[in-house]
């Protein structure tokens, strides 16, 4: 089923922040917990991880309210991220297939910016993102198989 959650990212504090959150809200992480930057199979398309970036969060989701999810991640400054308020919260889109997913892509990033092109992804979901003419932040992930 389609969904839409906020995804933020932190500067290196995005397990603190989850773990307030928690706290906050209750209930557990979803999706097997925390993933890692240390988590990322080896790839001849990616420098390796930094030892200082290994533990940081990769991935971390958590239910707040009804069906809407907060997700997060660290942006390490070692992978090109600087983080500025502001530039930390994108719009998380799920659509149902892949066919939507790229309509939606194209739109809102026409006129815009796109910092990832639509790809499989080493965990498993066809992935990418923009930023819309309007510098609103969108991120793209369909679980539907090419």
């Not at 990616?46 to 971390?60: E, Q, T």
């Not at 991220?81 to 998380?92: E, M």
């Not at 297939?97 to 809102?108: N, W």
């Amino acid at each position: 089923m389609a969904q839409v959650s906020i995804y933020l990212n932190f500067p290196r504090c995005t397990e603190e922040a989850f773990t307030f959150y928690q706290s906050v809200f209750g209930g557990e992480f979803g999706g097997d917990g925390i993933h890692r930057f240390g988590d990322i199979p080896p790839s001849d398309d990616m420098p390796p991880i930094a030892d200082a970036d290994k533990n940081l969060v990769m991935h971390v989701e958590l239910p707040i309210l009804g069906e809407f999810r907060l997700m997060g991640s660290d942006a390490p400054e070692s992978m090109g991220f600087k983080i500025n308020s502001g530039n930390n919260v994108y719009i998380n889109l799920e659509p149902d297939t892949r066919v939507e997913t790229q309509r939606l892509f194209k739109a809102l990033s026409q006129g815009g910016t796109v910092t990832m092109e639509l790809q499989d992804m080493f965990w498993g979901d066809y992935y990418g993102s923009c930023t819309d003419r309007f510098g609103v932040q969108w991120m793209f992930n369909c679980s539907e198989k090419g």
